[in-house]
């Protein structure tokens, strides 16, 4: 029973009002360390996002997606296609979140895994193509 309660108390405290009135975006990609936490960073430099990011693949994503992050999130930016559609696989396992998610919230970018963190050409396609979805 404590995990349970464990878990439901994360899901109330991902909607902490504290956390400022900026709009709460995850970013997602493989393993949650290149892509991902460069578009986290420079998503919240560009427009003052409060970000996070997290690996779709959870045998070596660091920080793995969970119910928690995807109830936190206002929107959900995907590198590419493949981890949006193994997020919808996921998706269908998630409890209290699911059905609570708008699936205008996401956004695909299409942006291989070619960069190293912070890579110049990787901050200009994530504000480029995240420009060009909305």
């Keep these: 029973?404590?995990?349970k309660r464990s878990h439901m108390n994360r899901l109330a405290n991902s909607r902490n009002p504290f956390q400022t009135d900026a709009k709460k975006v995850l970013t997602v990609c493989s393993a949650g360390l290149l892509r991902s936490p460069t578009a986290a960073k420079v998503l919240s430099?560009?427009?003052g996002f409060n970000c996070r990011a997290a690996g779709i693949v959870e045998e070596y994503a660091l920080v793995p997606v969970t119910e928690?992050?995807?109830y936190w999130a206002d929107e959900i930016?995907?590198?590419q296609q493949e981890h949006f559609d193994?997020?919808?696989d996921m998706f269908d396992s998630f409890g209290p979140a699911n059905g609570l998610i708008d699936h205008s919230m996401y956004q695909i970018l299409d942006i291989p895994d070619n960069f190293?963190?912070?890579d110049?050409?990787?901050q200009k396609h994530i504000l480029d193509k995240y420009d060009e979805k909305k």
Aim: hydrophobic share 60%; glycine share 0%; charged share 20%.
């Design 1 to 3: 029973m404590q995990v």
């Design 45 to 47: 430099e560009a427009y």
């Design 77 to 79: 930016v995907f590198m």
């Design 68 to 70: 928690v992050l995807v």
């Design 116 to 118: 190293s963190w912070m």
């Design 120 to 122: 110049e050409e990787l």
């Design 86 to 88: 193994d997020f919808q």
